[in-house]
């Protein structure tokens, strides 16, 4: 005879244990998609061997070298995220679709120049400002209907060596999903192991902010227009929370529906994460002709320390004896300090100068000509890193971090992301292209995920507008909870990530 009365007056939640970090973690802190302006937006994010961009202070800073005049730049932008997710253990499940839109700055920044031809260093350039590396906001829903429950995870979580944690087994206790035997033999048990093959229906509701922005603080030199160097000193920001709203529901025939005395539960989790870090950008552009250039840039591990806040509950209602009980419980607030050491990253890129013009005049029937340029360029980019490198530091927590960075090197592979882009301009008129792909960091994944980029810009001498758009398409799958034994849950995401930006900037 089981008893999860007793249980409950106990009060067992007992143990709390560290908030553990996984490889998804680490992925989503060391994965970039440089914002920056509407002109690299435009031309894929290839411009790191072309500069005169504020975005390259973030890929190749050496790009920095070819300003002539100082700058001042303003990127504010749309961003949109359509989410269509689907439950795979269910076959006949529907996909579900959700939106979300946020406004953002993309780029804040200044160029100071430095710029005299009757010297070597013809440019000794410093630039100051913010670029966005990754922006998270993004909503998803999935339901269906599929055996395993998230009480599964518990359980194992409850008999094993790690013990009962506030935030999870604690609270199964706590409400009654998980009790112990009369007389007790030790273990914790559910109503989900009387019927362990059965159906139920199951949801969840996810919602996601936040960001990472850089502080950038980039220095470069051009000598003798052959060779540009360049550093920044890079400080990105970090904001990132998520809330969770995991629900299950009994539906089957009968009073006691599939699984006996369950009717319903919810668990609910709030992350917030927060901190700073620090790198250094190393780039150099070598003018291989007047037509071609060179660049590589060499990024440094960012070093990050990290603030956890995290908090939970859950609810669980069930009959017994004809009569139904619901208790509900929340965990204490939880913090949690490490750090993050992301991996290297290696940039190569090239970019082909098409330039050209033709004299018109400047009126009809008028004898006097003005040139009329035309030309562009075309650019590629491609970038190396290895998303295995990424290692978490915990202070007096030397075994759990032991595990997490052995399963990020089982789980994370290398990866190369290549960047494609092209401009055409016709006096003053900018238009351009790009393309990207970037290839899964997790090991056996082939899935590339692309971006396509369109933009188009007004180009004067002392002003400068541009307008972008970008549309990525991204295959995901998420898991609400893992366990050891039991059934897991698959969601499949198709995520499509828009975004409108338009830079606005003064040379002066």
Request: charged share 20%; glycine share 12%; proline share 3%.
């Given at each position: 005879m089981m008893y999860r009365t007793l249980s409950l007056l106990l009060g067992l939640s007992l143990a709390a244990v560290v908030h553990g970090q996984n490889f998804s973690d680490?992925?989503?802190?060391?994965?970039?998609?440089?914002?920056?302006?509407?002109?690299?937006?435009?031309?894929?994010?290839?411009?790191?061997?072309?500069?005169?961009?504020?975005?390259?202070?973030?890929?190749?800073?050496?790009?920095?070298?070819?300003?002539?005049?100082?700058?001042?730049?303003?990127?504010?932008?749309?961003?949109?995220a359509n989410s269509s997710s689907v439950l795979l253990n269910d076959d006949g499940a529907d996909a579900f679709e959700e939106n979300r839109t946020n406004f953002n700055l993309n780029t804040f920044g200044v160029v100071f120049a430095n710029a005299n031809p009757n010297r070597d260093w013809r440019t000794i350039n410093f630039g100051i400002g913010v670029n966005r590396l990754a922006n998270y906001h993004q909503d998803f829903y999935y339901g269906g209907t599929s055996v395993?429950?998230?009480?599964?995870?518990?359980?194992?979580?409850?008999?094993?060596?790690?013990?009962?944690?506030?935030?999870?087994?604690?609270?199964?206790?706590?409400?009654?999903?998980?009790?112990?035997?009369?007389?007790?033999?030790?273990?914790?048990?559910?109503?989900?192991?009387?019927?362990?093959?059965?159906?139920?229906?199951?949801?969840?509701?996810?919602?996601?902010?936040?960001?990472?922005?850089?502080?950038?603080?980039?220095?470069?030199?051009?000598?003798?227009?052959?060779?540009?160097?360049?550093?920044?000193?890079?400080?990105p920001i970090v904001r990132y929370e998520v809330e969770k709203e995991y629900r299950e529901i009994d539906r089957g025939p009968g009073e006691e529906g599939s699984v006996p005395f369950f009717n319903a539960l919810s668990y609910n989790e709030f992350l917030s994460t927060s901190g700073t870090g620090v790198n250094l950008k190393l780039g150099a552009i070598f003018r291989a002709t007047q037509v071609l250039r060179l660049g590589l840039a060499v990024h440094t591990p960012t070093f990050m320390r990290l603030d956890d806040v995290y908090t939970a509950s859950m609810g669980y209602n069930y009959t017994e004896n004809e009569e139904e009980f619901e208790f509900i419980s929340e965990s204490p607030d939880g913090s949690f300090e490490y750090r993050l050491r992301t991996p290297w990253r290696l940039i190569g890129s090239a970019g082909f100068i098409i330039s050209g013009g033709e004299l018109k005049p400047v009126a009809p029937g008028s004898d006097t000509q003005v040139r009329v340029v035309r030309g562009g360029f075309?650019?590629?980019?491609?970038?190396?890193?290895?998303?295995?490198?990424?290692?978490?530091?915990?202070?007096?927590?030397?075994?759990?971090?032991?595990?997490?960075?052995?399963?990020?090197?089982?789980?994370?592979?290398?990866?190369?992301?290549?960047?494609?882009?092209?401009?055409?301009?016709?006096?003053?008129?900018?238009?351009?292209?790009?393309?990207?792909?970037?290839?899964?960091?997790?090991?056996?994944?082939?899935?590339?995920?692309?971006?396509?980029?369109?933009?188009?810009?007004?180009?004067?001498?002392?002003?400068?507008?541009?307008?972008?758009?970008?549309?990525?398409?991204?295959?995901?799958?998420?898991?609400?909870?893992?366990?050891?034994?039991?059934?897991?849950?698959?969601?499949e995401q198709q995520v499509n990530l828009s975004e409108i930006v338009l830079t606005i900037g003064f040379r002066f």
């Open positions: 680490a992925l989503r802190f060391s994965s970039f998609s440089v914002g920056g302006t509407a002109r690299s937006i435009g031309t894929g994010g290839a411009l790191g061997a072309l500069g005169s961009d504020f975005s390259v202070l973030s890929t190749n800073p050496a790009g920095l070298g070819w300003y002539r005049m100082s700058e001042f730049v303003i990127s504010p932008g749309v961003y949109h395993g429950s998230i009480v599964n995870r518990f359980q194992e979580q409850a008999n094993s060596e790690a013990g009962i944690s506030d935030f999870e087994s604690g609270l199964a206790i706590d409400v009654g999903a998980l009790y112990e035997s009369n007389p007790p033999d030790g273990l914790y048990y559910s109503d989900f192991g009387l019927a362990p093959d059965s159906a139920f229906f199951k949801s969840q509701d996810v919602f996601t902010r936040g960001a990472i922005n850089e502080l950038v603080f980039s220095l470069a030199g051009n000598f003798r227009e052959r060779l540009l160097i360049g550093a920044t000193v890079g400080v075309l650019s590629a980019e491609l970038e190396y890193l290895n998303y295995g490198n990424n290692r978490f530091q915990y202070d007096g927590f030397g075994d759990a971090e032991r595990e997490v960075n052995a399963t990020i090197q089982d789980e994370l592979a290398e990866a190369w992301n290549l960047r494609l882009g092209g401009e055409y301009g016709f006096d003053q008129i900018r238009l351009r292209a790009g393309y990207s792909l970037q290839q899964s960091p997790l090991k056996g994944d082939d899935t590339l995920n692309s971006a396509i980029s369109f933009g188009a810009g007004l180009r004067q001498k002392t002003f400068f507008a541009d307008l972008a758009y970008r549309r990525q398409m991204n295959e995901r799958f998420y898991t609400p909870y893992q366990t050891f034994d039991a059934p897991e849950q698959l969601v």
